[in-house]
């Protein structure tokens, strides 16, 4: 009998941008990209607003400081995002890995189909979620692969990872497991949970890996580069690879522009975590 692979997610396979970029000159923006249906965000860049995003110290929170975990309270409230400095996480291994990253999306279109999304599955190259011919697409395009538990991982994606990006990436990907149980072990203590409950819910989850990349546009105030969206996960630890703006969160009505710090992780409290916690953690 033969085994089958693990499918998580539908998505209809779909052109990416790169293609359309190499295939002829983008000087209009394609009708499936234009978005007039969604209202763009007002995006607030004054150097105020960009403050507002509660910056976590890790190193601080682990000394058992009171006021660091009470910041942490607050941040998860009020914002479901903090920026984490001092995370512990190697600076060396995360350099090595942007690096890699942007090598790897990089590579020439034909070794990029050998990572493309197959029909019906949403992990590879591609979007996430297509499910018809008309839906209006996002100006960009990602990677997405389920990493852990390890049984989830796709023959043709991980292990065809090109060197050293592969080895690296398995040392980053154990890191960012490790510190999210430390992030969750700190929230069940500002919860006052017992940090037990909190690691026997989450201890063995599932992991996955989304890398997006957005290109030039011609036309960008008709288009989104990733549609307003909630995360479907218990955490989202958010790595930056440039100095571009992109991230934008949207609190009390308002949208605003994160500038993330240098040598800092972004995280996002997600849905899961937020139905879990009975709203404790309410965004």
């Known amino acids: 009998m033969e085994a089958k692979a693990t499918v998580i997610g539908n998505s209809l396979v779909e052109p990416s941008i790169l293609e359309l970029a190499n295939n002829l000159p983008l000087t209009t923006v394609?009708?499936?990209?234009?978005?007039?249906?969604i209202d763009h965000p007002l995006i607030r860049n004054d150097d105020s607003s960009a403050q507002q995003l509660p910056v976590i110290d890790m190193h601080t929170l682990l000394s058992g400081d009171d006021s660091e975990l009470e910041k942490l309270d607050h941040a998860c409230k009020e914002w479901g995002f903090f920026q984490l400095?001092?995370?512990?996480?190697?600076?060396?291994?995360?350099?090595?890995?942007?690096?890699?990253?942007?090598?790897?999306?990089?590579?020439?279109?034909?070794?990029?189909?050998?990572?493309?999304?197959?029909?019906?599955?949403?992990?590879g190259f591609g979007q996430l979620f297509i499910t018809s011919e008309e839906q209006k697409l996002d100006w960009g395009y990602g990677f997405t692969m389920f990493t852990l538990?390890?049984?989830?991982?796709?023959?043709?994606?991980?292990?065809?990872?090109?060197?050293?990006?592969?080895?690296?990436?398995?040392?980053?990907?154990?890191?960012?497991?490790?510190?999210?149980?430390?992030?969750l072990d700190l929230m069940a203590k500002a919860l006052r949970m017992d940090p037990n409950d909190m690691k026997e819910l989450f201890e063995n989850g599932m992991q996955s890996l989304r890398m997006n990349y957005y290109p030039p546009c011609p036309q960008p105030e008709q288009v989104l580069g990733f549609k307003p969206h909630s995360d479907g996960s218990v955490l989202t630890i958010l790595l930056q690879i440039n100095e571009m703006d992109g991230l934008q969160i949207k609190k009390d009505g308002k949208w605003f522009a994160v500038k993330p710090l240098p040598d800092a992780f972004i995280v996002n409290v997600g849905d899961v975590l937020e139905v879990t916690l009975v709203f404790l953690y309410s965004l």
């Not at 394609?30 to 249906?37: A, I, K, N, S, T």
């Not at 995370?87 to 090595?96: A, C, D, Q, T, Y």
């Not at 034909?110 to 029909?119: A, L, N, R, S």
């Open 30 to 37: 394609p009708p499936r990209y234009v978005r007039p249906e």
């Open 85 to 123: 400095m001092n995370h512990g996480v190697s600076s060396s291994l995360v350099e090595k890995v942007k690096a890699e990253i942007q090598e790897f999306f990089n590579l020439p279109i034909d070794e990029k189909k050998k990572f493309w999304q197959q029909p019906g599955d949403i992990e």
């Open 149 to 183: 538990p390890t049984h989830l991982r796709k023959p043709h994606l991980f292990p065809k990872l090109p060197l050293p990006f592969r080895d690296d990436l398995e040392v980053y990907l154990t890191e960012l497991k490790n510190l999210t149980l430390k992030i």
